[in-house]
């Protein structure tokens, strides 16, 4: 199993540009979530999916997007890049009730 | 709001030299406290869950226990290779998982 992936590793974009972050489990999990870290402010839940079709807001939504139309991919859109979103991403995925969750490796995102 | 506070900040120890980990929570219908241990560079790693006071757990040299306001992550004779970020979340009714900010610990050979 390659467990949780996320692509790009690195990414670099100029102030309003779009993009958007790939993850994939092959763990057949129904939970996955987005989350950012920053310095001193640990892990921020953006958004989460309990199952294919359906997301939820986190604590810090605004200038992402998400869908979830399968179950081992969970995209997550950035709209208009802002440098507040400059950021280290990190993708996450567990079964559906014990949230012990696993995470992929990170998307370090520079926006300039 | 869930909230978790994780301290000190940073701890250097030698080799050998044993201490605790310190993660202070408030959280609406707690669900379980995680242990998580974070490389530099890489994603979290999944270390204990922890559902009820009184709770302990252990792995290798290292051992959680959980009260009704706190955790600590204990390490008992710890090598330079447990050098790390830990970091301390809580899952509460709101099902939504809250993190503290991570204790960074150096362990000098």
């Known amino acids: 199993n390659a467990g949780v992936t996320q692509t790009p590793k690195f990414q670099v974009l100029k102030t309003g540009q779009s993009m958007t972050l790939q993850c994939a489990q092959d763990?057949?999990?129904?939970?996955m979530s987005w989350y950012r870290q920053d310095p001193g402010m640990g892990l921020r839940l953006i958004h989460y999916s309990v199952g294919a079709g359906i997301t939820d807001q986190g604590e810090v939504p605004n200038g992402y997007n998400v869908s979830r139309s399968t179950t081992e991919d969970f995209p997550l859109r950035l709209l208009s890049a802002a440098p507040s979103q400059t950021s280290v991403y990190f993708c996450a995925s567990s079964g559906a009730e014990n949230y012990e969750q696993y995470f992929g490796p990170g998307t370090r995102l520079t926006v300039t | 709001e869930d909230q978790v506070t994780q301290s000190p900040e940073a701890l250097r120890l030698q080799e050998g030299e044993s201490s605790s980990l310190n993660c202070s929570y408030t959280?609406?219908?707690?669900?379980?406290l995680f242990w998580y241990r974070q490389d530099p560079g890489k994603g979290p790693e999944f270390l204990f869950t922890l559902y009820s006071a009184g709770e302990e757990k252990e792995k290798e040299r290292l051992k959680a226990t959980l009260t009704k306001k706190e955790s600590f992550l204990h390490i008992t004779a710890p090598k330079p290779e447990d050098s790390a970020t830990y970091l301390c979340?809580?899952?509460?009714?709101?099902?939504?998982?809250?993190f503290g900010s991570g204790t960074q610990l150096t362990v000098l050979p």
């Open positions: 979340a809580v899952l509460g009714s709101a099902r939504q998982l809250t």
């Open positions: 763990m057949n999990h129904e939970y």
């Open positions: 959280v609406s219908g707690l669900r379980g």
